[in-house]
């Protein structure tokens, strides 16, 4: 081990050596031309570059390359860069719908991006017939969405009532037989009809008067006809 070691030694005070006679000879090469006057521009940026040249290829000098570009450290933070370089990069923030306790701002926030569907200028319209005058345009949109949530609660319960609306009344009778017969006679008039409309792809359900009316009835509103007497 000791002869390897001097060896070595030896060896890199020889590169050494020969690394400074030779810019040594260079030196006083372009001196001694520079004298006699028998040297051109050319010729001392050869020089130069001869010596940039030796630079870079001596083992002896440090390089600039630093561990994390030899043993790729610097992904983790290369990645963290990109994710908050995305998370700047979006465009909206999607709402929470989720969560039920709102308060009234948070709700009043989220009428900016989520309109109703009724229209502004109808809900101004209404709103200044009845008298009501508002300027937040978020508690307008708010009303509206009561009230669209008030028709479709009307449309549904009407829709509801229509499809238990059928031309035999089987809820109404009493004897289990009776029940019977008439389920199968509303079967059988169900099958005729349908027969009859084959060539509608789909059975149209039509609401009535009186399907609203009791639908209605549930909240307190009384839009039956009045009772004919004569």
């Not at 870079?56 to 994390?68: A, K, L, S, Y």
């Not at 009845?130 to 509206?144: F, P, T, Y």
């Not at 829709?159 to 109404?172: D, L, M, Q």
């Not at 009859?196 to 639908?215: R, W």
Request: aromatic share 6%; proline share 3%.
């Amino acid at each position: 081990m000791s002869d390897e070691y001097q060896f070595d030694a030896a060896a890199s005070n020889n590169i050494e050596i020969a690394n400074t006679v030779t810019s040594t000879n260079r030196d006083d090469t372009v001196n001694m031309a520079e004298e006699n006057g028998d040297v051109s521009m050319n010729t001392v940026n050869d020089l130069e570059n001869d010596v940039d040249i030796d630079d870079e290829f001596n083992d002896n000098e440090e390089g600039m390359v630093g561990d994390n570009n030899l043993f790729g450290n610097n992904d983790e933070a290369n990645n963290e860069e990109k994710e908050n370089n995305f998370n700047d990069n979006n465009l909206f923030e999607l709402p929470e719908f989720t969560r039920k306790d709102k308060t009234l701002n948070e709700i009043l926030d989220m009428m900016d991006d989520n309109p109703p569907l009724i229209p502004d200028a109808v809900i101004e319209y209404y709103m200044t017939k009845n008298g009501i005058e508002c300027s937040d345009l978020r508690v307008k949109r708010l009303l509206a969405l009561a009230t669209q949530k008030f028709i479709s609660d009307i449309a549904s319960d009407a829709y509801e009532y229509s499809r238990i609306r059928s031309p035999v009344a089987v809820n109404n009778a009493n004897n289990g037989q009776a029940r019977a017969r008439q389920l199968m006679a509303a079967q059988q008039l169900t099958a005729t009809q349908q027969q009859q409309n084959e060539k509608n792809s789909q059975s149209k359900v039509i609401l009535t008067v009186t399907d609203l009316s009791l639908a209605v009835a549930e909240y307190g509103l009384n839009i039956s006809r009045p009772d004919f007497y004569r």
